[in-house]
């Protein structure tokens, strides 16, 4: 697989206490497959140091890569969802981020032949990862059921990261026209920006959440059921800190796992029919029988009798 555009997200994993019931839980909800623990490790975890052997996991939907799991060797460090951003230079993006204003959480650092990883913060202290691809180029699968589909970054001051994430991944920004959240999609550098070509967000963190919270990312996985899901997280011992409702682009939910993880799931619109094709396939089907019915009548004639 080619590796993946600057900025791009590329890659998630969650750090937890008990990486076997991370298993367990995540393999039971989305279905997901494990690899060896330890075996090909793309990012180490968004709070952790390189894990030791046994500590790191690779997930798999219909035997494709989706996501990592690692297991937590310091009870300080938060247990959380972390996003990997592509960069065909992680070193020479750490100077950019120093520049812009952001701090290195963790320099880049070798992971031989897999590539390179570190670890960053933007002004308002959200922390993300940069992932420099080699051998494993990250996602295999995305956008599809049991995949990662989204990210967007939480903040309380979006005045210095908006024009962070754009000097620093070249993002060009669409602000969504509501009254209800102040939210704005990033589209790669050199596409158009909107919806189409949209890869992740920006959400400001308003006085309905708790004041304690810090700034941080929330990915989000598609799911062919929204409602089932969030059935299924409650009966795994998570819990649903956003129930299930309707969003321009699906139904969504905000979770916690069973070990206080946070992450989204969204479920996009089945396709509507759509009339005017419908008519347009009625037409050229009855031209086509027109056409072999003529075709067979020009035949017929020239049969000697």
Known sequence: MAAFAEGTPCWVDVSLPDLAAGKRFYGELFGWTFGDDDSGSSGGGAAESTPAPGHYTEAFSDGKRVAGLTAKRDGRMPTAWGVYFATPDAAALSRTIRDAGGQMVREPMSLGALGVVALAADPAGA???????????????????GSFCWTEVYTRDKASVDPFYETVFGFR?????????????????????????????????????????????????????????????????????????????????????????????????????????????????????????????????????
């Open 173 to 305: 920004g669409t602000d969504v026209s509501d009254d209800a959240v102040d939210f704005r999609m990033w589209s790669p550098a050199g596409t158009e920006p909107g919806p189409d070509t949209a890869i992740g967000g920006r959400s400001v963190i308003t006085d309905a959440f708790p004041v304690e919270m810090p700034g941080h990312f929330l990915s989000y996985f598609a799911v062919a059921d929204c409602d089932a899901t969030a059935a299924t997280v409650v009966r795994l011992g998570g819990r649903v800190t956003a129930p299930p409702f309707d969003i321009e682009y699906g139904r969504m939910a905000v979770f916690s796992d069973n070990q206080g993880a946070s992450f989204a799931v969204l479920e996009e619109p089945e396709a509507k029919p759509d009339p005017a094709a419908a008519t347009r396939e009625g037409e050229e089907n009855e031209e086509n029988a027109e056409n072999a019915e003529n075709a067979e009548s020009d035949e017929s004639a020239e049969r000697p009798a």
């Open 127 to 145: 922390v993300f990862g940069l992932w420099e691809t080699g051998d494993n180029t990250g996602f295999e699968k995305k956008g599809l059921p």
